[in-house]
């Protein structure tokens, strides 16, 4: 099968083309840098340099490809048309490739569950709820899935949670590091429900989603392991992952607010790209943030073998290995 993988570079992108090629599939990767894509290159990923907003680019990698891997994604802006621009913008840059090379290819669309807001305690979320954002980010991601379900192409969209695993520079890291010196920060009382998926698990997800029958095709799925579990919850199986008690440190919303309000500030007076901002405080103080991944197993069989003791501990092993921890 011939795919193109936009993110290829990035943490779930990464891994989504490990699977890829481990499957004997051609790839394609849109790249920016190719100093960074060195590896792909060598490993047999053919390389077009661009970028989401560069159309010519798009259509040389978009040409004859069986399925379109849209993960890229803009996780930090300066203000919202910036987010618009790279994440809503650039999927109607990817949908017009795809139509004008024919409109066969598959688009699988790596979404967040930032796009459909917060669930209540106790109820993970559907794609069939009201679909409730809470920061400039979640908006953007609902704004690029309305851009590919007003498509006329077959799509299959992904919702996401927090993901994490090997190779993760940006999410659950800093809270390994902060377990590692026996005390780490949780936000409010830490009763916040969440859900998470390996990154492993999310890359069978995202093949799954390009390659199964046409029931998924307009549908969206959330993607994450069924295990629930709390904010405070997640921080102390991260301790023991690493044979850590972790002392948890109460973040009140006041404070945090404040906190992210200053840096947002500062960073908007510069021009600089950051995903702390004062609406990141609407994410952090919510009843819970999972989703209902029953749909997606029930349709592809996907069997996530990660839950958060096997997934952290993996996770803690690489980190250590690699000299990151």
Do not use: C
């Amino acid at each position: 099968m011939r795919a193109l993988v936009t993110g290829a570079t990035g943490f779930v992108g990464g891994h989504l083309v490990d699977r890829l090629l481990a499957r004997g599939d051609t790839v394609t990767a849109l790249i920016r840098s190719p100093a960074k894509a060195a590896d792909l290159a060598a490993r047999g990923v053919r390389l077009v340099r661009g970028d989401l907003g560069d159309k010519p680019a798009l259509a040389e990698a978009s040409a004859a490809q069986d399925v379109i891997y849209h993960v890229a994604a803009l996780t930090g802006a300066v203000d919202e048309a910036e987010f618009l621009l790279a994440n809503r913008d650039g999927t109607a840059n990817v949908v017009h490739a795809a139509r004008a090379d024919g409109g066969t290819a598959r688009i699988v669309l790596v979404s967040s569950m930032a796009a459909g807001g917060p669930a209540a305690r106790g109820r993970p979320k559907g794609a069939d709820g009201l679909d409730t954002p809470v920061t400039m980010y979640g908006r953007s991601k609902l704004a690029s899935e309305l851009v590919l379900r007003g498509a006329d192409l077959p799509w299959v969209i992904l919702r996401p949670p927090t993901v994490y695993g090997p190779r993760d520079r940006d999410n659950l890291i800093t809270v390994f590091k902060a377990a590692r010196l026996g005390i780490a920060p949780v936000f409010g009382d830490g009763s916040m429900e969440v859900s998470v998926v390996h990154v492993e698990d999310l890359a069978d997800a995202i093949v799954l989603a390009g390659t199964a029958g046409e029931a998924v095709l307009g549908q969206t799925y959330y993607v994450n392991h069924p295990q629930l579990l709390s904010s405070a919850e997640l921080v102390r199986e991260i301790g023991r992952s690493m044979g850590r008690s972790v002392t948890l440190l109460p973040i009140p919303e006041w404070a945090a607010r404040m906190a992210l309000t200053a840096t947002g500030a500062w960073a908007a007076a510069l021009r600089r790209k950051t995903i702390l901002r004062a609406d990141k405080a609407n994410e952090f103080f919510q009843a819970a943030w999972t989703g209902d991944a029953a749909p997606f197993i029930a349709a592809t069989g996907w069997q996530p073998r990660f839950d958060a003791a096997t997934g952290l501990a993996h996770t803690h092993d690489w980190y250590r290995q690699a000299g990151w921890l």
